[in-house]
């Protein structure tokens, strides 16, 4: 059973920084993508970004240049770095995974991913 815990949320002024943390145990897939998801109050959810098995990095125009989505050596960690954020980045993050590629865009991953975290609430004031 895959399990994903999410970590490092938290409160932070505009121009901030943080790093998210995604635990994933359980996975079987030999080909994978994963990704971040967000949801702000009263808005839909967003792909943030996305990392596939071969190191291909996907990001939503909203956040290229400011965050990064990396793994660990291991495969067993992923993170989201988020820098100069802004107060629209408000939300709840959600990690994900899926077997197979992330060509199907960002846009259409969140209706494709097979399992997901609780979610890591981000909050960032003026």
């Known amino acids: 059973q895959v399990q994903l815990v999410e970590s490092g949320g938290g409160s932070v002024q505009a121009g901030g920084s943080l790093r998210l943390s995604c635990s994933a145990s359980?996975?079987?897939?030999?080909?994978?993508?994963m990704a971040w998801f967000r949801q702000g109050p009263g808005r839909e959810r967003e792909g943030v970004a996305a990392l596939y098995i071969d190191g291909s990095r996907y990001y939503s125009d909203s956040v290229k240049g400011r965050f990064t989505i990396s793994q660990d050596s291991n495969k067993t960690t992923l993170y989201l770095q988020m820098n100069s954020l802004k107060t629209e980045d408000t939300g709840m993050y959600y990690c994900a995974i899926k077997g197979g590629g992330c060509w199907q865009g960002l846009q259409v991953l969140g209706d494709r991913m097979n399992y997901w975290g609780q979610g890591t609430q981000v909050t960032v004031s003026s």
């Open positions: 359980g996975v079987t897939y030999t080909y994978y993508c």
